[in-house]
């Protein structure tokens, strides 16, 4: 071979050498961009799946809270009332334990009066605004 030959060559392999290294580059940039951007919109609808599953769930909470408070502050007239007719059947109780001669039964009976006063007490829609 000639030595313009070899050049040549020589020059044809560090021609490939150099054109091989930067298709490799860009190769390897565009798989990694391809990688990054699959990847990122995966991650992004796999959180959006799981953000729309938790909210739902909470919104259910939420409406299971506010459907139980609703009941109750619509029940809490009628079952103050109904505490204090309770009361005043167990006060009546009482009475009649104590003329029997059953002292423990009557104490039982006013203790649980009582219990069913302090519960219709704190109903009580005046001392609830009065709190407020």
């Keep these: 071979m000639t030595s313009i030959q070899i050049c040549a060559l020589i020059s044809i392999v560090i021609a490939l050498g150099i054109l091989y290294w930067f298709g490799y580059k860009g190769g390897l940039t565009d798989g990694r961009a391809e990688g990054y951007d699959d990847g990122h919109a995966q991650g992004f609808m796999e959180g959006m799946d799981q953000g729309e599953l938790l909210g739902s769930t909470e919104v259910e909470q939420v409406n299971e809270r506010c459907r139980r408070l609703q ?33 423990s039964q009557a104490t039982q009976a006013l203790a649980l009066r009582d219990k069913a006063l302090r519960m219709a007490a704190l109903m009580d829609p005046f001392t609830l605004e009065d709190a407020a």
């Design 71 to 103: 009941l109750s502050l619509d029940l809490q007239p009628q079952d103050r009332l109904t505490l204090l007719a309770i009361a005043e059947k167990l006060k009546l109780a009482a009475d009649t334990f104590r003329a029997v001669r059953s002292e």
